[in-house]
């Protein structure tokens, strides 16, 4: 059996060596290392995939967090509303602009904000809400945008997880994760569902003029060379990782039934243990599945992960602390017991290993090593 690990990455490239190795030879050939001809039309061919106006590449996700955030012109004492149970960039960037992080709890079994913490958290001082699409299923839009549209607030979505989601609308309109909001931003870390082979980011909008103060914001606050209108960054995706990314676009369809087919086969097999639930789906969203995270309700979640990892199984804690609670956010007046679910997951969530290219026999000998132990 091939060894087991949370994301293959070996295997996946082997499947598309050829062209990928093609692709990345050209931009060497030409020299076009950056803002080559492969950034343009891989942001072309994003915006058609996501059904976007605009697709405005950047240098990782967490840049991409941080220009949503310029873009809008949020200003230092603003207040964003964030859950405490997610990735740290996506609250990092809001304590670095000087704006103040307010976070919310989260839902215990889809594991997104919770829609009536969101609510509460609002003040007059609330200019924008960052939701996650978190483990790769999308949040309550439905809900999320009512509140935002009666409050009048800016709503930036992390779709760093769930790229390719695809949420239907109690109207029965259907949108792809990161294209419902003010911005949809995302990352394409190589373990993400769309990765590429170093770093990358994107960020999505319909706003024609939120799209050119985003351009300007990434290249140095310049719409004209060596004119600089406004502060900005630097913040580019390399033509090698664009081209690289066109060629993994065409086969996210196919990573995301892989995974989906992941997800299936542990659902099977490991719903009848009584100690632990299963991730729950959402019926207004599809599942990407960047992570699978069982819950153990019954019994030491760390033991299991130990267990795990003896047998040769490699499993994550997505996350051991929420941002709360962290030494470098402790100072924004939240304290423990502020948000019980999201303190409580940190202590029982374990991901198993998803990824695009599983053999039947991998998996079969994870589920039966978990059902051996319970
Ligand atoms: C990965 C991730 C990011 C950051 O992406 P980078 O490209 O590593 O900067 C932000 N938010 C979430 C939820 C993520 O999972």
Same mark, same amino acid.
């Given at each position: 059996?091939?060894?087991?690990?949370?994301?293959?990455?070996?295997?996946?490239?082997?499947?598309?060596?050829?062209?990928?190795?093609?692709?990345?030879?050209?931009?060497?050939?030409?020299?076009?290392?950056?803002?080559?001809?492969?950034?343009?039309?891989?942001?072309?061919?994003?915006?058609?995939?996501?059904?976007?106006?605009?697709?405005?590449?950047?240098?990782?996700?967490?840049?991409?967090?941080?220009?949503?955030?310029?873009?809008?012109?949020?200003?230092?004492?603003?207040?964003?509303?964030?859950?405490?149970? &997610?990735?740290?960039?996506?609250?990092?960037?809001?304590?670095?602009?000087?704006?103040?992080?307010?976070?919310?709890?989260?839902?215990?079994? &889809?594991?997104?904000?919770?829609?009536?913490?969101?609510?509460?958290?609002?003040?007059?001082?609330?200019?924008?809400?960052?939701?996650?699409?978190?483990?790769?299923?999308?949040?309550? =839009?439905?809900?999320?945008?009512?509140?935002?549209?009666?409050?009048?607030?800016?709503?930036?979505?992390?779709?760093?997880?769930?790229?390719?989601?695809?949420?239907?609308?109690?109207?029965?309109?259907? =949108?792809?994760?990161?294209? =419902?909001?003010?911005?949809?931003?995302?990352?394409?870390?190589?373990?993400?569902?769309?990765?590429?082979?170093?770093?990358?980011?994107?960020?999505?909008?319909?706003?024609?003029?939120?799209?050119?103060?985003?351009?300007?914001?990434?290249?140095?606050?310049?719409?004209?060379?060596?004119?600089?209108?406004?502060?900005?960054?630097?913040?580019?995706?390399?033509?090698?990782?664009?081209?690289?990314?066109?060629?993994?676009?065409?086969?996210?369809?196919?990573?995301?039934?892989?995974?989906?087919?992941?997800?299936?086969?542990?659902?099977?097999?490991?719903?009848?243990?009584?100690?632990?639930?299963?991730?729950?789906?959402?019926?207004?969203?599809?599942?990407?599945?960047?992570?699978?995270?069982?819950?153990?309700?019954?019994?030491?979640?760390?033991?299991?992960?130990?267990?795990?990892?003896?047998?040769?199984?490699?499993? =994550?804690?997505?996350?051991?602390?929420?941002?709360?609670?962290?030494?470098?956010?402790?100072?924004?007046?939240?304290?423990?017991?502020?948000?019980?679910?999201?303190?409580?997951?940190?202590?029982?969530?374990?991901?198993?290993?998803?990824?695009?290219?599983?053999?039947?026999?991998?998996?079969?000998?994870?589920?039966?090593?978990?059902?051996?132990?319970?």
């Amino acid at each position: 059996m091939k060894k087991i690990q949370m994301v293959d990455l070996h295997s996946q490239y082997n499947l598309i060596k050829g062209k990928v190795d093609s692709a990345i030879n050209e931009v060497i050939t030409t020299t076009s290392f950056i803002n080559g001809p492969a950034v343009k039309d891989f942001a072309k061919e994003l915006a058609e995939y996501n059904d976007v106006e605009h697709v405005i590449p950047c240098a990782n996700g967490t840049d991409a967090l941080q220009l949503a955030m310029m873009a809008l012109d949020l200003q230092p004492g603003d207040e964003v509303i964030v859950p405490a149970f &997610t990735y740290v960039a996506t609250a990092e960037v809001i304590a670095l602009l000087r704006l103040k992080p307010i976070f919310v709890d989260v839902e215990p079994d &889809t594991f997104n904000i919770d829609i009536s913490g969101l609510e509460h958290a609002i003040t007059e001082k609330t200019k924008a809400i960052v939701v996650v699409h978190l483990f790769g299923q999308c949040c309550n =839009m439905d809900n999320i945008l009512e509140i935002s549209n009666k409050h009048r607030l800016y709503v930036i979505e992390d779709t760093a997880q769930a790229i390719g989601a695809k949420y239907t609308f109690e109207d029965g309109s259907v =949108m792809r994760a990161g294209t =419902m909001g003010t911005i949809g931003t995302t990352s394409f870390f190589p373990s993400k569902n769309l990765g590429c082979y170093g770093d990358g980011g994107a960020l999505f909008t319909r706003d024609s003029n939120l799209a050119e103060k985003i351009r300007m914001v990434a290249n140095h606050g310049q719409r004209v060379k060596y004119y600089h209108d406004i502060i900005g960054v630097n913040s580019r995706l390399d033509t090698l990782q664009a081209a690289i990314l066109r060629v993994k676009l065409k086969e996210l369809d196919r990573y995301e039934l892989n995974r989906n087919r992941v997800a299936a086969y542990y659902d099977e097999k490991l719903g009848s243990i009584e100690n632990i639930t299963l991730p729950k789906r959402f019926e207004r969203s599809t599942h990407v599945f960047h992570q699978y995270t069982l819950k153990i309700e019954e019994g030491d979640r760390n033991e299991l992960k130990d267990y795990l990892a003896n047998k040769g199984i490699p499993s =994550m804690v997505y996350y051991p602390l929420p941002l709360h609670l962290q030494k470098a956010y402790i100072h924004y007046e939240f304290s423990k017991g502020d948000f019980p679910v999201s303190e409580q997951l940190c202590e029982i969530v374990l991901s198993l290993p998803v990824h695009t290219e599983f053999e039947e026999e991998q998996l079969d000998y994870i589920t039966q090593t978990i059902i051996d132990y319970f």
